[in-house]
């Protein structure tokens, strides 16, 4: 039972009876009979507190970092207890023994960077087959999802992943190496088949402290190599020149959008109307490792967009190649790749303006996005952001300084204020507008995360970007220290319905009342057209077998033909002049029923109210009301 502490110091200072190992948790509440349950010292919780719930659970051996009295605690005499100092560091060893290694029976990617690790993630995930990622949004095994705590989890929960992943058909694990899992150690127990470094920028320095410290935590990835393992840096980051400087080599690969040197090099043709055209060189790379010249330069068609987005495919493509995967079946795969969720994801409307949802919570992730935006934006750039609370205070005017160098107007919102203030959050954000003599007239604060995204969406006009940074795919907002739901996505959604002021009434899968009144302009018949054929659309999609033709015409209900090929302003005067030619007949008509009874219904039509329903006399009073109706240009159903 000691064989988990293999190349582990430790001290076993009470020996219970043996037992044969079931499992290793640190969380007493998922303890069961004959684990072991690991006591540390956490930075909110002291898991010594909790030694007797799990020997209550079942727990046969406890191990501590800090010495312990085992007779202080119920039903300890079987119980073994093993001291080993500073257990985080070493957690991951222990979790190898008893799971038998499994990070040697698969290739393993570990992506580092302030920027980008999980893009490139998803890059590499849906080229390589069969895999296996872990990451910011998420653990996915194979097509099986899994929730994440942390973008790198703790070295326990990490190799119980990747013994699954084995166990589970994978052969490669990709997987978002944060700088806090470096520093901490906990992947000290894995080594990598390639490491990409994407960049490095100002973050985290409430945990780092200075940017050496975030620096060097981050190029620690190199030395967990394997020996034939391959390190790909970008070489534009001022910090990746240095990397590569310092550690060149033939297993390490540069990739650039500037150096032409660079072993892999890429450039933008130009955007598309669903991303951009690049051109791809790896000629050098191909001299590196085989001292063969080949031109070797391919150009694709990607789904993705901007300079940050190229950086990304770059150092997933070096990456690959070092693994021997062959280019073109890596140019093929790239181009079929979709956006990524929660990054620069577009949300289709009917505002004639371009809504994208990003994660960009930096200085340097806003300007990327940002300035890409503005690349392909034919109007105003209008900004939402904030700046997470009990994190990074000195980012926040850096990121309100980024955003005014592409921003033709910013609203400042909350993110994930924490325990912290919102208000004090924003008013630090806000001196960095100040300090840059930032329009007064030219931002908003608004701190409510929602009321900001509608204040937004009501801004926007024809031709606008409108961008909602900080959050991404994250589906909840941390208030104080409670989750709530929270989907920017959904609240856009749900702005965008009412924007339309259209609701439809009596709809079923072939017909739709929608209701427009007499006071309604010239706009709103717009939005109501646009409407109908965007529910067109959808309808034609889910009833193929219905042969649906709204977009090309409307049916003018009252004399019964189609208007082809006009817009609304000519419908709408069609309209006019046909009730017009009609009122005098109708009022003829009408005064010829005074004492009859209603055989059916009369109404008028919009909205379809009934002013007469079947069997009720017809007197004086109700046709004044109908002439009044006619007079002021409704269509009167059922005279």
């Given at each position: 039972?000691?064989?988990?502490?293999?190349?582990?110091?430790?001290?076993?200072?009470?020996?219970?009876?043996?037992?044969?190992?079931?499992?290793?948790?640190?969380?007493?509440?998922?303890?069961?009979?004959?684990?072991?349950?690991?006591?540390?010292?956490?930075?909110?919780?002291?898991?010594?507190?909790?030694?007797?719930?799990?020997?209550?659970?079942?727990?046969?051996?406890?191990?501590?970092?800090?010495?312990?009295?085992?007779?202080?605690?119920?039903?300890?005499?079987?119980?073994?207890?093993?001291?080993?100092?500073?257990?985080r560091k070493k957690l991951g060893i222990i979790a190898s023994n008893f799971y038998d290694f499994p990070q040697n029976k698969i290739?393993?990617?570990?992506?580092?960077?302030?920027?980008?690790?999980?893009?490139?993630?998803?890059?590499?995930?849906?080229?390589?087959?069969?895999?296996?990622?872990?990451?910011?949004?998420?653990?996915?095994?194979?097509?099986?999802?899994?929730?994440?705590?942390?973008?790198?989890?703790?070295?326990?929960?990490?190799?119980?992943?990747?013994?699954?992943?084995?166990?589970?058909?994978?052969?490669?694990?990709?997987?978002?190496?944060?700088?806090?899992?470096?520093?901490?150690?906990?992947?000290?127990?894995?080594?990598?088949?390639?490491?990409?470094?994407?960049?490095?920028?100002?973050?985290?320095?409430?945990?780092?402290?200075?940017?050496?410290?975030?620096?060097?935590?981050?190029?620690?990835?190199?030395?967990?190599?394997?020996?034939?393992?391959?390190?790909?840096?970008?070489?534009?980051?001022?910090?990746?020149?240095?990397?590569?400087?310092?550690?060149?080599?033939?297993?390490?690969?540069?990739?650039?959008?500037?150096?032409?040197?660079?072993?892999?090099?890429?450039?933008?043709?130009?955007?598309?109307?669903?991303?951009?055209?690049?051109?791809?060189?790896?000629?050098?790379?191909?001299?590196?490792?085989?001292?063969?010249?080949?031109?070797?330069?391919?150009?694709?068609?990607?789904?993705?967009?901007?300079?940050?987005?190229?950086?990304?495919?770059?150092?997933?493509?070096?990456?690959?190649?070092?693994?021997?995967?062959?280019?073109?079946?890596i140019l093929e795969k790239l181009s079929n790749i979709s956006s990524i969720p929660g990054r620069f994801e577009t949300i289709k409307?009917?505002?004639?303006?371009?809504?994208?949802?990003?994660?960009?919570?930096?200085?340097?992730?806003?300007?990327?996005?940002?300035?890409?935006?503005?690349?392909?934006?034919?109007?105003?750039?209008?900004?939402?952001?904030?700046?997470?609370?009990?994190?990074?205070?000195?980012?926040?005017?850096?990121?309100?300084?980024?955003?005014?160098?592409?921003?033709?107007?910013?609203?400042?919102?909350?993110?994930?204020?924490?325990?912290?203030?919102?208000?004090?959050?924003?008013?630090?954000?806000?001196?960095?507008?100040?300090?840059?003599?930032?329009?007064?007239?030219?931002?908003?604060?608004?701190?409510?995360?929602?009321?900001?995204?509608?204040?937004?969406?009501?801004?926007?006009?024809?031709?606008?970007?409108?961008?909602?940074?900080?959050?991404?795919?994250?589906?909840?907002?941390?208030?104080?220290?409670?989750?709530?739901?929270?989907?920017?996505?959904?609240?856009?959604?749900?702005?965008?319905?009412?924007?339309?002021?259209?609701?439809?009434?009596?709809?079923?899968?072939?017909?739709?009342?929608?209701?427009?009144?007499?006071?309604?302009?010239?706009?709103?018949?717009?939005?109501?057209?646009?409407?109908?054929?965007?529910?067109?659309?959808?309808?034609?999609?889910?009833?193929?077998?219905?042969?649906?033709?709204?977009?090309?015409?409307?049916?003018?209900?009252?004399?019964?033909?189609?208007?082809?090929?006009?817009?609304?302003?000519?419908?709408?005067?069609?309209?006019?002049?046909?009730?017009?030619?009609?009122?005098?007949?109708?009022?003829?008509?009408?005064?010829?029923?005074?004492?009859?009874?209603?055989?059916?219904?009369?109404?008028?039509?919009?909205?379809?109210?009934?002013?007469?329903?079947?069997?009720?006399?017809?007197?004086?009073?109700?046709?004044?009301?109908?002439?009044?109706?006619?007079?002021?240009?409704?269509?009167?159903v059922g005279i």
């Amino acid at each position: 039972m000691y064989k988990i502490f293999e190349n582990v110091d430790y001290e076993v200072f009470h020996e219970g009876e043996t037992f044969e190992i079931k499992g290793i948790e640190y969380d007493s509440r998922k303890i069961e009979n004959d684990f072991v349950f690991i006591a540390m010292i956490g930075s909110v919780v002291d898991g010594h507190e909790f030694i007797q719930s799990a020997i209550d659970k079942g727990a046969k051996m406890i191990v501590v970092e800090k010495m312990v009295n085992p007779e202080r605690y119920e039903n300890s005499k079987n119980i073994t207890f093993v001291f080993i100092s500073n257990i985080r560091k070493k957690l991951g060893i222990i979790a190898s023994n008893f799971y038998d290694f499994p990070q040697n029976k698969i290739k393993i990617i570990g992506i580092t960077g302030t920027n980008g690790k999980t893009t490139s993630s998803f890059i590499l995930e849906n080229i390589l087959e069969k895999t296996a990622r872990i990451g910011t949004t998420g653990n996915r095994i194979l097509n099986e999802n899994f929730p994440t705590v942390n973008t790198t989890p703790e070295s326990l929960e990490l190799i119980k992943l990747i013994d699954k992943s084995v166990k589970m058909g994978a052969k490669y694990f990709i997987m978002e190496v944060s700088s806090h899992a470096l520093q901490i150690g906990r992947v000290d127990m894995l080594r990598f088949d390639s490491a990409i470094f994407t960049n490095l920028t100002q973050d985290h320095l409430d945990f780092h402290k200075t940017m050496e410290n975030y620096f060097n935590a981050k190029k620690k990835i190199f030395t967990l190599l394997k020996s034939d393992g391959a390190g790909i840096i970008n070489i534009d980051d001022k910090y990746g020149k240095m990397i590569f400087v310092e550690i060149r080599g033939r297993n390490y690969i540069s990739f650039s959008k500037n150096d032409k040197s660079a072993d892999v090099y890429g450039e933008i043709i130009n955007y598309t109307n669903d991303g951009m055209k690049i051109k791809i060189n790896a000629k050098n790379y191909f001299e590196k490792i085989s001292s063969i010249s080949n031109e070797s330069e391919y150009v694709v068609e990607v789904n993705l967009i901007g300079d940050y987005n190229l950086y990304n495919i770059l150092g997933c493509v070096a990456s690959l190649l070092s693994m021997g995967i062959d280019i073109d079946y890596i140019l093929e795969k790239l181009s079929n790749i979709s956006s990524i969720p929660g990054r620069f994801e577009t949300i289709k409307n009917d505002l004639e303006a371009r809504i994208v949802v990003d994660f960009a919570h930096t200085d340097d992730g806003l300007l990327n996005i940002g300035k890409t935006l503005q690349k392909i934006t034919d109007n105003r750039v209008i900004t939402i952001f904030g700046a997470g609370g009990d994190r990074d205070h000195d980012k926040r005017p850096k990121m309100a300084k980024a955003a005014a160098k592409f921003s033709d107007f910013i609203i400042l919102t909350s993110d994930n204020p924490r325990t912290e203030n919102p208000i004090s959050i924003l008013a630090a954000i806000e001196k960095g507008l100040v300090q840059i003599d930032y329009p007064f007239d030219k931002y908003l604060i608004v701190a409510d995360r929602e009321k900001a995204i509608k204040r937004g969406l009501g801004m926007l006009q024809k031709g606008d970007s409108l961008l909602i940074a900080g959050k991404g795919h994250e589906i909840y907002q941390i208030i104080g220290k409670e989750k709530i739901h929270f989907d920017d996505r959904e609240i856009v959604k749900k702005y965008l319905k009412k924007y339309h002021k259209i609701e439809l009434e009596m709809s079923c899968e072939a017909y739709a009342l929608a209701l427009i009144g007499a006071g309604d302009t010239r706009k709103g018949f717009d939005r109501l057209f646009f409407a109908l054929k965007k529910l067109d659309e959808l309808i034609g999609k889910k009833l193929q077998h219905c042969n649906l033709n709204i977009s090309d015409s409307i049916y003018d209900l009252d004399c019964g033909n189609y208007i082809d090929n006009k817009n609304s302003s000519d419908i709408i005067n069609d309209i006019k002049k046909t009730d017009t030619d009609s009122i005098d007949n109708k009022l003829k008509k009408l005064y010829t029923l005074k004492g009859s009874r209603a055989k059916e219904y009369i109404y008028a039509y919009p909205p379809g109210i009934p002013l007469v329903i079947p069997g009720s006399y017809i007197d004086a009073k109700i046709i004044k009301k109908i002439e009044l109706y006619i007079k002021s240009g409704s269509n009167i159903v059922g005279i």
